[in-house]
């Protein structure tokens, strides 16, 4: 189960980074809103288009996955490899020194 989500939460973070590389930034057509119809199209509301849309699933799912992997490892169930609790090993006995006679 945890396998399938780590390989989910490697292509959503993949894909995520790619979605907003893609799209343009906000200020790109700065001048051109500034020529015809003012600054309205520049500091309004543009609703979301196709590609907005596409990253806020994408966040969505990272999220979700991220949230369910830190479960699964964070659990009392997982594995560790430190043992619940550690003793100190014995010390040998000391030998009386040969040359001090």
Same mark, same amino acid.
Not at 39 to 61: W, Y
Not at 64 to 83: Q, R
Not at 86 to 96: E, L, S
């Given at each position: 189960?945890?396998?399938?989500?780590?390989? *989910?939460?490697?292509?959503?973070?993949?894909?995520?980074?790619?979605?907003? *590389? *893609?799209? /343009?930034?906000?200020?790109?057509? #700065?001048?051109?809103?500034?020529? #015809?119809?003012?600054?309205?199209? /520049?500091?309004?509301?543009?609703?979301?288009?196709? /590609?907005?849309?596409?990253?806020?699933?994408?966040?969505?799912?990272? /999220? *979700?996955?991220?949230?369910?992997? #830190?479960?699964?490892?964070?659990?009392?169930?997982?594995?560790?490899?430190? !043992?619940?609790?550690?003793?100190? !090993?014995?010390?040998?006995? #000391?030998?009386?020194?040969?040359?001090?006679?």
């Amino acid at each position: 189960m945890t396998s399938v989500l780590i390989g *989910l939460h490697i292509l959503v973070s993949i894909a995520l980074i790619v979605i907003v *590389l *893609l799209q /343009m930034g906000k200020g790109a057509q #700065a001048g051109a809103s500034f020529g #015809a119809g003012g600054s309205q199209a /520049m500091f309004g509301s543009t609703g979301g288009n196709f /590609m907005s849309k596409v990253t806020a699933g994408a966040a969505i799912i990272f /999220m *979700l996955t991220s949230l369910s992997l #830190a479960y699964f490892y964070g659990s009392a169930s997982s594995k560790t490899v430190m !043992p619940s609790s550690v003793t100190a !090993p014995a010390q040998p006995a #000391a030998t009386p020194d040969q040359n001090s006679k």
